[in-house]
């Protein structure tokens, strides 16, 4: 007999999942897909014919999980005018022998969690040792989670945010700080960046925010907002003084920090030194001097989602979480 569909929203995903719990399952999963056990098609990607809306449709089968998962993405860049979300999603999960629907789950707060653990597994893997200052571009949804992502992987003695909305920054500080018991100050960008030992960028900018010369020999980057060929937060200039990682290289060239850089011929399509995977996996060579500029460039893959829906199925079965329902 067929299981019923669980309904989950997001308010349940984040009292039941901490992001901290899925950041070594998204290390693991980014490791495995290298392997060739997993099934990763295109992502599509459709602009509509309303200003700034963008949809994505983004699939994903793992092994490991053993689960497909497809999840359908809006973004509305206007919607902060009707204080609204300006990203939205939603996942379903499928059984993969059988196809039965297991789950149909809010897919924003799971696409902050696995984007912002992606961003401290790169981190984890990229970082220079002795790195102890973090600065995450971008205060508002995926920002605040890679602040957590990024404080649950390393320590940091400070953490500086910075928004072009300094209220936004002002607000994410102030609550940070006082949840995760850190140093955390709302800057402007450019002592962001002069100051870091890690940057992380996470906003939906189309021009660039971090400029070559504040960024200093041996700092890593983690670029996780820039996800359509449209945005870009890093100068371009900056990218031919960085070894960079890809999340999916294919992926990247497409849309992202690097896809403007090569369409430019400031990089060759050959620019990544490998995969975070590869690098995971001891396939890839990592940072080699404490100059190094290291940049990890995550598009966002459908695996990511796969795993981390793993995390709340399982979570949701065992604390009997949301509603069941039978569409036959
Ligand atoms: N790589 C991935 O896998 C992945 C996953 C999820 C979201 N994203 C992308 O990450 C970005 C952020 O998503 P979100 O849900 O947090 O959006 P959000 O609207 O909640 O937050 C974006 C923040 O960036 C700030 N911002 C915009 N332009 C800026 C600039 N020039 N300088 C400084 N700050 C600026 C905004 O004020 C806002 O606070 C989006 O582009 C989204 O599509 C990527």
Redesign the pocket.
């Known amino acids: 007999m067929a299981r019923p569909t669980i309904l989950l929203n997001r308010q349940t995903i984040a009292e039941h999942i901490q992001i901290a719990s899925v950041i070594s399952a998204i290390e693991r999963a980014m490791a495995d897909f290298e392997r060739g056990n997993d099934y990763l098609p295109p992502k599509a990607i459709y602009q509509l014919p309303v200003p700034a809306a963008f949809a994505a449709c983004i699939a994903g089968y793992t092994k490991a999980a053993n689960l497909m998962s497809m999840k359908i993405g809006q973004?509305r860049t206007h919607n902060?005018q009707r204080s609204l979300?300006?990203?939205n999603s939603w996942i379903m999960a499928f059984e993969p022998e059988s196809g039965e629907l297991l789950m149909i789950c809010d897919g924003?707060l799971p696409?902050?969690y696995?984007?912002a653990a992606?961003a401290a597994t790169g981190i984890r893997h990229l970082a220079r040792g002795d790195a102890s200052t973090l600065a995450v571009?971008?205060?508002?949804?995926?920002?605040r989670q890679c602040v957590r992502a990024a404080v649950a992987t390393r320590s940091f003695d400070r953490v500086f945010l910075?928004?072009?909305?300094p209220e936004?920054a002002q607000q994410a500080a102030t609550e940070l700080s006082a949840q995760l018991g850190i140093f955390i100050a709302a800057v402007d960008?450019q002592v962001a960046c002069q100051e870091a030992d890690v940057i992380v960028t996470?906003?939906?900018?189309r021009?660039p925010?971090v400029l070559s010369d504040w960024v200093r020999p041996g700092t890593h980057l983690s670029c996780?907002?820039?996800?359509?060929h449209e945005?870009i937060e890093c100068e371009p200039k900056l990218l031919p003084r960085c070894k960079i990682w890809s999340d999916q290289t294919e992926h990247c060239l497409q849309r992202?920090e690097v896809s403007q850089a090569v369409e430019h011929n400031l990089l060759s399509r050959d620019c990544y030194v490998g995969t975070l995977g590869q690098l995971i996996n001891g396939d890839s060579d990592g940072r080699s001097s404490d100059l190094d500029i290291t940049m990890f460039d995550?598009?966002?893959i459908g695996i990511?989602d796969t795993t981390v829906l793993r995390a709340i199925y399982d979570q949701a079965v065992e604390d009997d979480l949301g509603v069941r329902f039978a569409f036959s």
């Open positions: 973004e902060v979300p300006t990203t924003t696409t902050m696995r984007t992606a571009i971008g205060a508002g949804q995926l920002g910075h928004d072009v909305v936004t960008a996470a906003t939906n900018s021009s925010i996780m907002g820039a996800d359509l945005k992202g995550g598009v966002g990511q």
